[in-house]
């Protein structure tokens, strides 16, 4: 059945089954929903029953007012999560509406957690979790998907939660060091809602280091309290932790309680405390009696002393005895863990340590630290070492006074030992052995003197020992007391050696000579020899003892010593005493009897080769070798120089024969006088006294001999020419016999002596012909005469007669990158050969040949490919070689010689032609224009050479480029006889990198052609090429000639165009012509040039003033240019000047020298140079040619009698600087006071400075001497002024004689008054002086400092300064103490005053004024510009700085003269010392210039000096004097931020970097002067920057005049 049920509300009605349990009740089932639905009934909605149908249609019958009431929906709205009491559980609860009370419920939670509900307390709740049931913790936000009671969800209002927020770590743990144990530290943590242990720690606090670190450090901790916790820790035994070390914290755990930790929790251990860890004790390594004890440890302070207690141990190291207290004091660096302290240990004092014993380390006291002394820090002190103690004299010596025995004695010392003394005097070191009984002494032995051997000798007489060192048998130390030492005994007299040497008079008497020690030089001593008692005299002579004793042989009587006999020295006494000296036992023996030479005689043999020499001797030793050396002189040469020396052996018999010759090896000479030098015994060198008169004798006059003898062939290959050469030829007429040694043949031939002094002589040769001679054979000389007379000849004397010259092979190779020119080869043998020779081919033109010095012969330069020339891919065969005008074969070819040809090569070659070939393009005229032609793609796209014909015929019209290469080869050339000229006529402007013709990477070669430029554009472009090689060859490029067009604004000097333009390309133009080219004939960027047998005409730029100027070459990028030869044009001999601007380019060459001008301008005599009316500026006018103002100078040098140049002065001559310039004329002004001034017999006069420093010859006048100038004019004037200037000397003479008069009335009474008054002098003036108008008495005034008066109150001797003199006899009588010589701004005022206030001072001194810059400014420049008239005063100008100026009480502005270094008082009270003015330099003074222009440079400073004034700040005061100098050089300005703009151009044109763009003093004054006119007054008559009153400013200004 089905039921059917309304909503009243909205009048929607819902059907679904019913179904009936029994007869009386049914269960009906409706979908609910919160929102109604045409499926779901609404939860709590009344809905009214319809009708009730069965499956039949019936319809049961339902009352009014029946109807069924819909529940209300069970809502979930509420989620709360609660932390258990002891922070260890939470629970999660649930609440709503309509919610059941009975049942379960189910959560599920995302993503796949579910937790099971129970009803308790009005809500439904999971009851107390532990965190991490079910995967679920606290503080964490979780949704619901669904909660459920079996089929039935409860509606979510609320789908998220938050668990309840645990344990929570709050800050940052603190650590500290435990107070007790220093080893641990304590941990301290603070927390919200911790669970509370007091005993039993509850958590896990894991740990990494900071730095990367990943091991987990794990700490035990437990809170007291649910917020403050703690944990200990080992930081030294464990290493769990490590001092002063920063730790991260990663989680905080225990088994049931995760504590939540904020993000970057981190602490830091604290420092280690100070620790002794162990210790160690050694000996002091320099005397053994200091234990120096060794502390290691950790975290030892610096500088800090301390007090170490230490306790001696037994054998049990047990402590016994009382403490001992060690003091020392640290020394280290704060970080380091070893430390020795030094402990006295040698002695008795019981506060001392014991050597051998173990000692404890107890305490370690340090005020104001904690400290820590391990257990184990325990150290023994080595056992006593051996020492030496004492030396026991007095010394004993030996019989003879030679040895020295010292007893020792010491500690341990047992057995041998080496002892080290040490010579106080020399500081040399010796060792001596010394053995040690079981009693600790020994006895020391040093020799003083052996007779047996020097070298054991260790000791020296007189001298103090040292004791230094002692070692045992082991090389083990022994130490040594200080001050152990002994000292020898003086020598005695002694005698060490006896020898007899020194024979004279034949060897028949000798020299004794003697040596010893301490013998006494004023006195003669006897010496005794045995066998035979021979008494010998000694005294001492020129440093050695010497006596004469007779020498004789055995078979002799007499006295004296014998020949071969030993002899012994019985005594040595002080003759005429009997008082003997020490000597040794001294023996020697006599020589034996020596050899002697009585003759020497030569006898020549037959043959004149070998002559027999007889040597008469006596005493020789028999079958021993003797040396005999000889020297020969030139018999009829008595002054000559040639000496012939010869050694030679021969056996030792009374009378020796020896052969020696005298040819072929001449080891004597014919004509000589030779004399026996010396005879040795070749064994031992002992020398065999001669007769010397009769040990000479001499050889006889060399004959006549032939040699050596060789042939050549002459230049036809006809003839042999045989060259003899030979020994004393003689002029006549010589005849030899050359016999085939095979054959037998012989050929007379003749000839005679030539000039050069060989025998020439000439005969026919033929290849085969035994009546003449033969090529290739060798003949030998069988006779030989001299005018008939038979002559000698070596019998080994071969003639050979060359070989015919024979060409055996041929080859063939192209000698360009294009493969268009080539060379043929020939080689063979023999081929030595001069002149041309012509080469006959198979089927080929006939080559002309020469012969180079590798014996080849080479062709020039031939062309391929071409009609009449040798053609590619060919083989030809050389047919015959003849000398060029000769028909004979010289010249053999052997057998088949042959060359081939190589290959077309695959270059683009474009033939100039008048004619259209069939293959022409048909280009080139007005009507159609040659299009561009690719030459890479055309050349990638053929075999063989692909050829491009021009018509022209016709003109090229072409404004794009029209043959394109990029790394290939490009040949342009023509196939006509003569020269074709290509016309291009395009007037349209390429690209800044196009041409005509573009080459990019590959070759370019353009040869036998000409061509026209009709073209109007300057910017057109013929050939461009970059990284490219590019031949100009045997061809014209000719513009049209420029007829200036007066365009006046381009650029003079530089330009950037250029009818060639080269990008780091290699160029050879070669028999080239460039003429006419306004826009530059070649423009170069990097890479090189090589001009050869070229020329450059007419390459003139259209500027009407400058018709001489031309551009050949503009080179940049640091090219190589190179000048091998021009034919013609300019740089030739009749047109000098090469015009290439090389700018930062190398010019080389045999041309044109590196220091070759851009131009070469002669200066005309006419120039002249002209004083304005304000006499102060010269108007110059110079005339000449080529005055091109590039790189071009006026200098003005003084000329005197005594030197043509003196000091100079340049001005740079520009369209810029001059007044007028063209190429003939150049007018300007230059400043008066740029020249010094003048003095008698000198003049300054001017000269073009151009190219690398080069002068011009000629010169004119600028400026004379007044006295030139007077002399000059006087003669032409003497008439009408003559009169007139004795009128007004007259009246100078009166003027003057009244002045002086009036200054020493003046000077007497201020004298007078002074002396009565009192001694104190005014402190700001003491005397002015009336100087002559235009400053030159300047040099009469000197500076005076602490100068003492004579008794006449005036100085003794008169100060010199120049020439001339000044007397202070207007000074008062009393000492000066300073006195300085000022100049100041008013004309004719030089003042001597006392030191005043500087102007330094008053801008930066204690009482700071400020100043006005402007009024002070123009009072300096006036005082300047007086110094500059004097060269005396050039110092001055270049070094003054504010401290130069002086302004007194009464604001007088004045310079000093010099100078005076010292202390200053800034504006703090603060002294501050003087930099020696280096800020204020000027960048030529700072950069070591030479030359510098003093006037320039005091400009520069007056610049720095404005800006001071106006600033009141110190030129970059805020740092050194040198360091602001740099500032300045680099361009950089003080700060200005106030300096208002018409006074700032004036102080930048001041501060110009380049001094000769810098004005002159007067135009700075006359700047200042405009300026301040300019300038406003405000009401107080100040100006607006302050400063100096108007009395100041309005004092009046005197000019001076010459």
């Known amino acids: 059945m089905t039921v059917k049920v309304k909503n009243p509300n909205s009048n929607r009605e819902f059907t679904t089954n019913l179904l009936f349990v029994d007869t009386t009740s049914c269960t009906v089932t409706f979908a609910a929903g919160q929102t109604e639905t045409e499926a779901e009934l609404t939860f709590g909605v009344l809905y009214d029953i319809v009708s009730i149908e069965s499956s039949d249609g019936k319809s049961f019958v339902v009352n009014t007012g029946v109807n069924v009431s819909v529940p209300s929906a069970p809502i979930i709205d509420t989620i709360t999560s609660l932390l258990s009491p002891n922070c260890t559980h939470f629970s999660i609860s649930f609440s709503g509406s309509s919610l059941p009370k009975t049942g379960s419920l189910v959560a599920s939670i995302s993503p796949s957690m579910s937790l099971s509900l129970n009803y308790v307390d009005e809500v439904w709740t999971t009851g107390w979790l532990l965190n991490g049931t079910n995967g679920m913790v606290m503080n964490t936000r979780y949704s619901v998907s669904k909660i459920a009671s079996g089929e039935n969800e409860m509606i979510l209002n609320l789908n998220t939660f938050t668990t309840a927020l645990g344990p929570t770590l709050s800050s940052i743990p603190t650590v500290s060091l435990k107070d ?6 304590v941990v301290s943590l603070d927390g919200h809602r911790m669970p509370v242990s007091s005993v039993v720690p509850l958590f896990d606090l894991i740990v990494v280091a900071s730095g990367g670190s990943t091991e987990e450090i794990k700490i035990e901790v437990w809170f007291s309290t649910n917020s403050v916790g703690s944990g200990e820790v080992e930081v030294y035994k464990s290493g769990k932790l490590k001092y002063l070390t920063s730790y991260s914290v990663v989680r905080m755990s225990s088994t049931d309680v995760s504590v939540s930790i904020p993000s970057a929790v981190t602490f830091t251990t604290p420092a280690a405390p100070t620790r002794i860890v162990s210790a160690s004790c050694d000996l002091d390594t320099e005397t053994g009696k200091s234990a120096e004890i060794v502390l290691n440890g950790v975290s030892f302070p610096q500088s800090k002393p301390f007090t170490l207690t230490v306790f001696e141990l037994d054998d049990s190291k047990v402590r016994t005895g009382s403490a001992i207290e060690l003091s020392s004091s640290f020394e280290t660096d704060g970080s380091s863990t070893l430390h020795t302290l030094s402990s006295l240990i040698y002695g008795n004092d019981e506060s001392k340590l014991t050597f051998g014993k173990w000692y404890e380390v107890t305490k370690l006291d340090i005020a104001n630290v904690k400290t820590i002394v391990d257990d184990l820090a325990r150290f023994v002190v080595p056992p006593e070492p051996s020492r030496l103690t004492t030396v026991t004299l007095p010394a004993v010596y030996s019989e003879k006074d030679t040895e020295v025995s010292v007893t020792l004695s010491g500690i341990k010392l047992t057995g041998l030992y080496t002892v080290t003394l040490n010579n106080v005097v020399s500081a040399k070191p010796i060792d001596v052995k010394v053995t040690f009984s079981a009693g600790s002494s020994g006895d020391l032995k040093g020799v003083l003197y052996s007779e047996l051997s020097p070298s054991s000798v260790n000791m020296t007489y007189d001298t103090k020992y040292q004791i230094v060192s002692m070692k045992d048998s082991s090389n083990g130390k022994v130490f040594v007391e200080e001050g152990l030492s002994l000292t020898t005994m003086e020598e005695p007299a002694r005698v060490v050696s006896v020898w007899i040497s020194g024979y004279e008079n034949d060897e028949k008497e000798a020299i004794l000579r003697m040596e010893g020690r301490e013998l006494d030089v004023n006195k003669k001593y006897s010496v005794s020899l045995l066998p035979g008692n021979v008494i010998v005299e000694l005294e001492y002579a020129e440093g050695k003892w ?9 078979d002799e009587t007499g006295t004296g010593v014998i020949y071969g006999k030993p002899y012994t020295v019985d005594s040595v006494v002080i003759s005429g005493t009997l008082t003997s000296v020490h000597c ?5 023996e006599v020589k034996m009897e020596p050899a002697r030479l009585i003759n020497a005689a030569l006898t020549p043999n037959d043959g004149m080769n070998i002559s027999t020499l007889t040597l008469t001797t006596r005493k020789l030793v028999s079958n021993q070798k003797y040396t005999v050396a000889l020297t020969g002189t030139p018999i009829t040469q008595s002054n000559s120089d040639s000496v012939h020396t010869l050694d030679f052996e021969v056996d030792g018999t009374p009378s020796i024969t020896t052969e020696l010759s005298l040819y072929p090896v001449a080891t004597l000479r014919f004509n000589h006088l030779y004399k026996v030098t010396s005879m040795k015994l070749k064994s031992s060198s002992t020398p065999i006294f001669m007769e010397s008169e009769a040990c000479s004798f001499s050889t006889p006059a060399e004959p006549t001999r032939i040699v050596d003898g060789d042939g050549r062939l002459n230049s036809q290959r006809t003839e042999v020419v045989v060259t003899l050469t030979g020994l004393a030829l003689k002029a006549g007429w010589y005849s030899f016999t050359l016999t085939h040694p095979i054959a037998g043949n012989s050929r007379i031939i003749t000839g ?27 003949y030998t000389i069988t006779s030989a005469t001299l005018n008939t007379e038979p002559i000698l000849f070596d019998s080994d004397i071969h003639i050979r007669i060359p070989d015919q010259p024979v060409v055996t092979d041929a080859s063939f190779t192209f000698k360009n990158s294009l493969n268009t020119t080539c060379a ?30 590798k014996k080849q012969a080479v062709s020039p330069i031939l062309l391929i490919g071409r009609a009449g020339t040798l053609q590619f891919n060919t083989t030809y065969y050389v047919l015959s070689i003849k000398k060029d005008g000769d028909e004979t074969d010289v010249v053999r070819v052997d057998g088949t010689v042959s060359f081939e040809t190589g290959l077309k090569p695959t270059t683009l070659t474009v033939i100039v032609d008048e004619k259209t070939g069939s293959n022409d393009p048909n280009c080139g005229d007005s009507v159609n224009p040659c299009s561009s032609v690719d030459a890479t793609r055309e050349i990638a796209s053929v075999l063989s050479i692909w050829k491009v014909t021009l018509k022209v015929v016709s003109s090229v019209a072409q404004s794009q480029p029209w043959l394109v290469s990029s790394d290939e080869s490009l040949f342009i050339t023509n196939e006509q006889i003569g020269v074709p000229t290509l016309r291009i006529t395009s007037s349209a402007s ?43 060859m045997s061809s014209s490029i000719t513009g049209l000639e420029s007829t200036g067009n007066s365009d006046e604004d381009e650029d003079v000097c530089s330009w950037s165009s250029g009818i060639l333009r080269f990008v780091n390309c290699t160029t050879l133009v070669d028999n080239a012509k460039l003429t006419h080219h306004s826009q530059g004939a070649i423009n170069m960027d990097g890479g090189s040039l090589t001009v050869e047998s070229s020329s450059f005409h007419g390459n003139t730029p259209k500027l009407e003033s400058f018709q001489s100027l031309r551009r050949n070459i503009f080179c940049t990028g640091s090219a190589t240019i190179k000048i091998e030869s021009l034919n013609g044009g300019d740089g030739s001999k009749d047109f000098p000047s090469p015009w290439i601007s090389l700018n930062d380019c190398n010019l080389t060459g045999d041309h044109a020298k590196p220091d070759t001008p851009l131009f070469i301008p002669p200066l005309s005599t006419e120039s002249k140079s002209t004083l304005n009316k304000t006499n102060k500026a010269f108007w110059i006018e110079m005339t000449g040619s080529t005055l091109i103002p590039c790189g071009l100078w006026l200098e003005i040098v003084e000329v005197t009698k005594e030197k043509r140049d003196g000091i100079s002065e340049k001005v740079e001559l520009t369209t810029d600087s001059c007044s007028s310039i063209s190429e003939s004329s150049i007018s300007l002004d230059v400043a008066q006071s740029l020249l010094s001034s003048l003095k008698d017999n000198l003049e300054w006069r001017g000269r073009l400075v151009f190219g690398s420093n080069q002068t011009t010859s000629e010169s004119f006048v600028v400026q004379k001497s007044s006295a030139d100038r007077i002399s000059q004019s006087v003669r032409d004037n003497m008439k009408w002024w003559l009169p007139l200037l004795i009128v007004v000397v007259s009246l100078a ?40 108008e235009d400053y030159n008495s300047l040099n009469q005034v000197v500076s005076t400092s602490h100068r003492q008066l004579n008794t006449n109150g005036i100085h003794a001797e008169p100060i010199s300064l120049g020439a001339s003199t000044f007397k202070d006899e207007g000074l ?29 001072d008053r801008l930066h001194g204690l009482n700071k004024q400020r100043v006005d810059a402007v009024a002070v400014g123009m009072e300096i420049v006036n005082g300047l510009r007086h110094l500059s008239q004097s060269e005396m005063f050039s110092v001055a100008l270049a070094k003054w700085t504010p401290h130069w100026v002086v302004l007194d009480s009464k604001d007088r502005v004045c310079i000093r003269l010099n100078e005076e270094a010292g202390l200053h008082v800034d504006g703090s009270g603060k002294q501050i010392a003087i930099d020696d003015g280096q800020r204020w330099r000027a960048p030529e003074q700072s950069n070591g210039q030479l030359g510098v222009n003093s006037e320039r440079v005091s400009v520069f400073r007056l610049g720095l000096v404005l800006l001071e004034m106006r600033t009141g700040v110190i030129p970059f005061g805020e740092i050194d004097g040198t360091n602001a100098s740099r500032q300045v050089c680099a361009g950089l300005l003080p700060p200005h931020k106030d300096v208002d703009e018409g006074l700032m151009s004036i102080v930048r044109e001041c501060l110009t970097i380049n001094a000769h763009d810098r004005p002159l003093l007067m135009e700075v004054e006359d700047k200042l002067e405009q300026y301040a006119s300019c300038r406003k007054m405000d009401e107080n008559g100040q100006t607006a920057s302050g400063g100096k009153t108007e009395a100041l400013q309005s004092r009046p200004t005197v000019e001076f005049t010459h």
């Open 180 to 185: 007790d144990d220093l080893n641990s530290v």
């Open 546 to 554: 010497e006596g004469r004793v007779e020498v004789r042989g055995s």
């Open 584 to 588: 040794d036992d001294i023996s020697f």
């Open 752 to 778: 005679s002596l030539s000039s050069n002094g060989f025998i020439e002589c000439s005969h026919t040769v033929e290849a085969s012909n035994a009546n003449r001679l033969m090529f290739g054979e060798t």
């Open 824 to 853: 043929v080869t020939l080689t063979g043998s023999d081929l030595n050969l001069d002149g041309n020779y012509l080469v006959a081919l198979s089927d080929g033109p006939t080559l002309t040949i020469s012969f180079n010095e």
């Open 990 to 1032: 390429m690209d800044e990198e196009d041409g005509m013709i573009v080459v990019d990477g590959g070759i370019l070669e353009i040869r036998d052609i000409s061509v026209l430029i009709e073209n109007g554009s300057d910017s057109f472009v013929f050939v461009f090429g970059r990284d490219s090689t590019i031949f100009l």
């Open 1293 to 1332: 003479l009166i003027v003057i004689v009244v002045v002086v008069l009036c200054c020493r009335r003046r000077k007497s009474a201020q004298i007078e008054k002074k002396d009565t008054a009192s001694t104190e002098m005014d402190s700001e003036i003491v005397e002015k002086m009336e100087g002559p």
């Open 1372 to 1400: 008062p009588s009393t000492s000066v103490e300073q006195l300085e010589v000022l100049v100041c701004g008013e004309a004719s005022k030089v003042e001597i005053v006392s030191k005043n206030e500087t102007l330094f």
